[in-house]
Each structure stands twice: as C-alpha cells, then as structure tokens.
Nanobody
Framework: VQLQASGGGLVQAGGSLRLSCAASGLTSSNIVGAWFRQAAGKEREFVAA????????LYTESVKGRFTISMDVAKSTVYLQMNSLKPEDTAIYFCAVSLTAITSSLGSGNAYPYWGQGTQVTVSS
C-alpha cells in the first residue's frame, strides 16, 4: 500500500484548503482512512478518520464543525476539507490507512500501518 498526500500550502486565517490522500495497492474494502498532524515541537495528534463501511467519521474536538473528512472509493482517495483555518492548525499533515482498525482505536496512530508523506499546512494570522 502506498499513500500520496497533497494539497497543503499557505493560507490566511479563515481560509480553506483541501488535502488529498491517494492510495494504491489496496485490495480490501474494509479500510479506514485518517489524517494526523504534527506541529513544530509537538507530538503527532489525531485529526479525523473515516471508515469505508458506512462512511462513519470521527474528529478531534478542535476541528469539529470546521474540517470534513471524506472518501472517494472509486478513486481510492481520502480528502480533508479544512475551512475556517486558524493559525493553530499550522502543522505537517499526514494521511494514514488501516485495514483492521476498530472504532475504539481510530484515534491512535498505532492502529495505522500505512502512512503517506506529510504535507505542510501553514495558516498565517
């Protein structure tokens, strides 16, 4: 499985960006796609996840109502639409995929064996 993340950039506070994570090599329909982020000097944190089955989603509290995660099964791509961006959203964003993650573990990076390269998101004030 290979993941290719894209869509990061520099945006002013209040602006929007859409991140994409294209997957190749997936042979299972039981997948979970997720986004994590890591700000400079901080630990990696969970942002959002989506399950292929039922398309249920999970968000960290700080992005609820502003970010939307979605999945295009035909394109094997997971998106993260980020609106009303804040300077504190500045980080390197990583996409991740799991074929086995259960609901209780969706927020843990350890549940995802496949990771894409990071894409930088910078929000200026």
């Amino acid at each position: 499985v290979q993941l290719q993340a894209s869509g990061g950039g520099l945006v002013q506070a209040g602006g929007s960006l859409r991140l994409s994570c294209a997957a190749s090599g997936l042979t299972s329909s039981n997948i979970v796609g997720a986004w994590f982020r890591q700000a400079a000097g901080k630990e990696r944190e969970f942002v959002a996840a989506i399950k292929r089955r039922g398309f249920s989603t999970l968000y960290t509290e700080s992005v609820k109502g502003r970010f939307t995660i979605s999945m295009d099964v035909a394109k094997s791509t997971v998106y993260l639409q980020m609106n009303s961006l804040k300077p504190e959203d500045t980080a390197i964003y990583f996409c991740a995929v799991s074929l086995t993650a259960i609901t209780s573990s969706l927020g843990s990076g350890n549940a995802y064996p496949y990771w894409g390269q990071g894409t930088q998101v910078t929000v200026s004030s």
